[in-house]
């Protein structure tokens, strides 16, 4: 079955504290992203990823890191959050050449 | 600067009559359009899409209209069905890129 799993699902913690949220997806993509959801705001890319060791910024990238050092992972890195950074972050696979994204179910982040 | 825009944040329906959502953007280097549907906990699913050379794409019982003038484009549901009760949202790409521009989203909810 094809997948793009994101752990933790949830996560309360203070600022400054650094975390990383792993993805990881099954399917070869070359194409990976992430995702910050906040409301009225709709769903921003922070980075992308167009195949391993190839990142890039989206449109919010400020105060987060990626990493591709394999295929199949791209983790996303908070050095030190702060609670602007609070939000609802999804990782998505694929969508290169007009084929859809496939997304995670979600990381909802509080920093206090 | 919001490129998506859905100004409807909900829309209720009856079972069995149609859902028309409505989408506009402002950016006509958009060439590729997505809808896509998000149940809560989990991730946003693809549902359908079209390419700027087609004004109509069908599929089952969604339909998604593109106006390219208008830069307007809308997804029909015929029947809605209370299964489809979700938050939608639509999603635009640049010509020869990959990251994706959403909207903010339409909650559907079909009274059964």
């Known amino acids: 079955e094809a997948q793009v799993t994101q752990n933790p699902r949830y996560l309360i913690t203070v600022t400054g504290k650094k975390l990383t949220v792993t993805c990881s997806q099954n399917?070869?993509?070359?194409?990976m992203s992430w995702y910050r959801q906040d409301p009225g705001l709709g769903l921003r890319q922070i980075y992308y990823?167009?195949?391993?060791?190839?990142?890039d910024k989206g449109d919010v990238p400020e105060g987060y890191k990626v990493s591709r050092k394999e295929k199949r992972n791209f983790p996303l890195i908070l050095e030190s959050p702060s609670p602007n950074q609070t939000s609802l972050y999804f990782c998505?696979?694929?969508?290169?050449?007009?084929?859809?994204?496939?997304f995670g179910d979600g990381t909802r982040l509080s920093i206090l | 600067d919001q490129q998506v825009k859905q100004n409807s944040p909900s829309l209720s329906v009856q079972e069995g009559r149609i859902s028309i959502l409505n989408c506009d953007y402002t950016?006509?280097?958009?060439?590729?359009f997505l809808w896509y549907k998000k149940y809560p906990a989990e991730g946003p699913t693809f549902l359908i899409s079209?390419?700027?050379?087609?004004d109509k794409n069908e599929d089952g019982r969604f339909t998604v209209f593109l106006n390219k003038s208008a830069k307007h484009l809308s997804l029909h549901i015929v029947p809605s069905q209370p299964g489809d009760s979700a938050v939608y949202f639509c999603?635009?790409?640049?010509?020869?890129?990959?990251?994706?521009?959403f909207g903010t989203g339409t909650r559907l909810t079909v009274i059964p």
């Open positions: 998505a696979s694929g969508g290169y050449s007009n084929q859809p994204q496939h």
């Open positions: 399917m070869n993509h070359e194409y």
């Open positions: 990823s167009m195949n391993v060791e190839v990142t």
């Open positions: 950016n006509s280097m958009f060439d590729y």
């Open positions: 079209i390419s700027s050379i087609k």
């Open positions: 999603a635009a790409r640049k010509t020869g890129a990959n990251n994706l521009f």
